[in-house]
């Protein structure tokens, strides 16, 4: 994967399609850069320029609801990739199924990073947080949290190469929003090996909380390439903290580019979808 961040500028968005959406000239789900599938597959979801509809099946681990969904068409030799998306707060993945643009914080765009994912041949798997609220990352005693639990025996199903589908355990890839941004990072922290990239929207470290935020130094000399987009407008997880996490990676010469959106606060960006996916296709 080329971070692209010699000159220690921001990730310029360019040389893929852009997010669909209100704003975008059409629905297409269209080719990434490089695409996962030549040509992309069918796709599960049925897109429209107001309204994206991505059915996922339903399962439980630890007790916790899971929902994913597998990509149409042949798995390739190894299996598919996958990618985990990790909900925000008080938004479970029960909710971000289907929607239009009148979903809060952006989540139309989640929708339609969803259905591009699966699209471009990614298993796409949303655990639930507990009781649909939050994730335990950035609480004392995460390895003893039932979140640390449900994840052991995620990644044990991804290798087991069951319950999601074929899956490349080499290729699994994990992104989320707020809450679920903080999850993300949570994924180089307690699970090394385990994540190939990493995209934290609007979130920063592990154990960070909104504007209390210290970065470690070091940070895990294995820590996956990451990218992270925020808005400059957010008031909730301040971008300076997302700032000073990616600064830290640059530092020990780690992968990380940095999405701002200047007109954004605490949602998903409407770029998303495309730079999501091309972070996770050109590894």
Do not use: K
């Not at 679920?180 to 929207?201: D, E, H």
């Amino acid at each position: 994967m080329d971070g692209g961040h010699g000159d220690g500028s921001s990730l310029e968005v360019g040389g893929f399609d852009a997010a669909v959406g209100p704003d975008a000239a059409g629905p297409e789900l269209g080719p990434l850069c490089p695409p996962a599938l030549d040509p992309p597959g069918p796709n599960r979801c049925d897109v429209t320029l107001d309204l994206v509809d991505c059915p996922f099946e339903r399962t439980e681990l630890e007790g916790r609801p899971v929902y994913y969904q597998v990509p149409l068409g042949v798995p390739p030799a190894a299996g598919f990739p996958a990618v985990v998306v990790f909900q925000g707060s008080f938004f479970s993945p029960e909710e971000t199924q289907a929607g239009g643009p009148d979903l809060p914080f952006g989540g139309f765009y989640q929708v339609q990073l969803q259905a591009l994912l699966l699209h471009q041949g990614f298993v796409v798997i949303a655990p639930s947080a507990r009781a649909g609220l939050a994730w335990a990352t950035n609480f004392p005693g995460y390895e003893s949290s039932e979140d640390h639990a449900v994840m052991l025996a995620l990644l044990d199903e991804l290798h087991l190469r069951g319950r999601f589908g074929p899956v490349d355990p080499a290729r699994v890839y994990a992104t989320g929003i707020s809450s679920g941004g903080y999850m993300t990072s949570r994924m180089a922290v307690s699970y090394p090996g385990r994540f190939r990239a990493l995209a934290i929207n609007a979130g920063s470290y592990a154990t960070c909380t909104n504007v209390l935020c210290s970065i470690p130094d070091p940070l895990p000399a294995d820590h996956p390439p990451t990218l992270f987009l925020h808005g400059a407008r957010d008031l909730t997880v301040p971008l300076y903290t997302a700032e000073a996490y990616r600064d830290q990676l640059w530092s020990q010469g780690l992968e990380a580019d940095l999405l701002v959106d200047a007109q954004a606060g605490h949602e998903w960006l409407s770029a998303a979808p495309s730079a999501i996916g091309c972070w996770f296709l050109s590894d």
